[in-house]
């Protein structure tokens, strides 16, 4: 029933820009603390940009002032605008939901989309 659906992944060029957007359904999106995290071939998972249901941001050190995390949840969704990339960014991008209350943990990921930036 819950899904998180991606777009925008491929080819790039070294210095060019992206747009990630993930789409979500099934859930109560205004609730959840969203993320974009990454993993590249051989190397951990790891977080890439996070916004809380509030609108906090915080992002990778390897990242900031490049890319931009953003919600709208009135269309339930959360984008990642990727600017002035490079080839160390190259891996695949999944979007996360996480929702935790007293009594539950909710936490949901999409299928993951490639990110390629060529040299």
């Known amino acids: 029933q819950v899904q998180l659906v991606e777009s925008g992944g491929g080819l790039v060029q070294t210095g060019g820009s992206v747009r990630l957007s993930c789409v979500a359904s099934?859930?109560?999106?205004?609730?959840?603390?969203m993320g974009w995290y990454r993993q590249a071939p051989g190397k951990q998972r790891e977080l890439v940009a996070a916004?809380?249901?509030?609108?906090?941001?915080n992002y990778a050190d390897s990242v900031k002032g490049r890319f931009t995390i953003s919600r709208d949840n009135a269309k339930n969704t959360v984008s990642l605008q990727m600017n002035s990339l490079k080839p160390e960014d190259t891996a695949v991008y999944y979007c996360?939901?996480?929702?935790?209350?007293?009594?539950?943990?909710?936490?949901?990921w999409g299928q993951g989309t490639q990110v390629t930036v060529s040299s």
């Open positions: 996360n939901g996480d929702f935790q209350s007293y009594s539950r943990r909710r936490d949901y």
């Open positions: 916004i809380t249901s509030g609108g906090s941001t």
């Open positions: 099934g859930m109560i999106f205004s609730i959840y603390d």
